[in-house]
């Protein structure tokens, strides 16, 4: 199969899942016991408001009407509007997206730097000192729930030492003396572009702890994979002329080795990405961390069915486009892999 019919048979199966994904949640969303319209009016509504909505709202129309008309806007670009701040739900999330793909993208790389070159050492020492270590870390990493570590974080870093910051994204002190221009989203990136220093540094204090938390499960898996493929990786003939050639052990290990024993964690990788995005609700819960995660929680609190439908669409579509670009990178570092 050349490699154009096989990204063409993929983006076809993408679309499918996020049509699946849309259909699903748009009908749980409307069958559950609830009322958009009386939400939408407000507290104490009468029924002549309540009417009145229902109309506005389209939700006196079939559901499959609904549906038609939710997802013609949604290919027009149009996500629909949060029936609890009457907002557009695409400019709220201009918002709260990039503070969780800021949360999202710190947590992996501090995972996948972290965990990688400990998987290679770990299965270059097997049976040794760091091994041992790096297979408890591994363990506890995935093992221990995520809001255990962040409250235990909270606890040791905030309440006991008095070192970093327990909640938000910034403090009322900088947000008041040197705020943070927007201009991408991502405050690190804001305050570096417009020369912002202490508000970098605060931003950059405020993000440890979350991070940290939301990189444990991702941390944990990378160990466990990249050990594993390069204790495997290490019995093949190539190494074993490698090392007969008198190749730097280093050069060994982390070029000829770890090409070929990165094809599983890659995939180890996209788990962890996806993981991080899903997880990232209770940990933004956690530590008031205003993003994807806070938005969506509080529109489940309120009912807020367009922003969850919408929340969800998003994470789905961020799946999809991480296994595809996975599978692409997988193609491309190894020929071997099959187009199918």
């Known amino acids: 199969m050349q490699r154009w019919e096989y990204v063409f048979r993929r983006l076809i199966l993408a679309m499918v899942v996020l049509f699946s994904v849309s259909l699903l949640t748009f009908f749980i969303a409307r069958i559950l016991p609830s009322d958009p319209a009386a939400a939408w009016v407000g507290p104490r509504p009468t029924q002549e408001q309540i009417a009145k909505a229902t109309i506005t709202l389209g939700l006196d129309k079939p559901l499959y009407v609904q549906y038609w008309r939710y997802l013609s806007s949604l290919l027009q670009g149009d996500l629909g509007v949060s029936i609890k701040s009457r907002q557009p739900i695409l400019t709220e999330l201009k918002t709260y997206l990039p503070a969780t793909l800021e949360l999202v993208i710190a947590s992996m790389l501090i995972g996948e730097i972290i965990g990688i070159p400990l998987g290679v050492l770990s299965g270059a020492k097997k049976g040794g000192a760091l091994d041992n270590a790096s297979r408890i870390l591994a363990v506890a990493c995935v093992s221990l729930p995520t809001?255990?570590?962040?409250?235990?974080?909270?606890?040791?870093f905030y309440a006991r030492l008095g070192i970093l910051p327990i909640s938000g994204r910034v403090s009322n002190e900088i947000a008041i003396n040197n705020p943070v221009t927007p201009i991408t989203g991502f405050y690190?990136?804001?305050?570096?572009?417009?020369?912002?220093?202490?508000?970098?540094?605060?931003?950059?204090?405020?993000?440890?702890?979350?991070a940290v938390t939301l990189a444990a499960f991702g941390l944990g898996l990378s160990v466990r994979m990249t050990r594993a493929s390069i204790i495997e990786v290490l019995n093949e003939k190539y190494i074993l002329a490698a090392r007969v050639a008198g190749l730097p052990y280093r050069t060994i290990l982390f070029v000829l080795a770890l090409k070929n024993a990165i094809m599983p964690t890659l995939n180890v990788i996209g788990l962890s990405f996806v993981y991080a995005l899903t997880g990232s609700i209770l940990v933004e819960v956690i530590f008031s961390w205003p993003g994807l995660?806070?938005?969506?929680?509080?529109?489940?609190?309120?009912?807020d069915f367009p922003v969850i439908v919408s929340v969800t669409l998003i994470v789905a579509v961020f799946y999809v486009v991480v296994n595809l670009v996975l599978d692409l990178v997988q193609v491309a570092i190894d020929p071997r892999v099959t187009l199918s």
């Open 147 to 156: 809001f255990f570590l962040g409250l235990l974080f909270q606890l040791i």
């Open 293 to 303: 995660g806070l938005y969506l929680t509080n529109a489940v609190l309120s009912l």
């Open 188 to 210: 690190t990136l804001d305050t570096l572009m417009t020369g912002n220093w202490a508000a970098f540094q605060d931003v950059f204090v405020h993000l440890i702890l979350p």
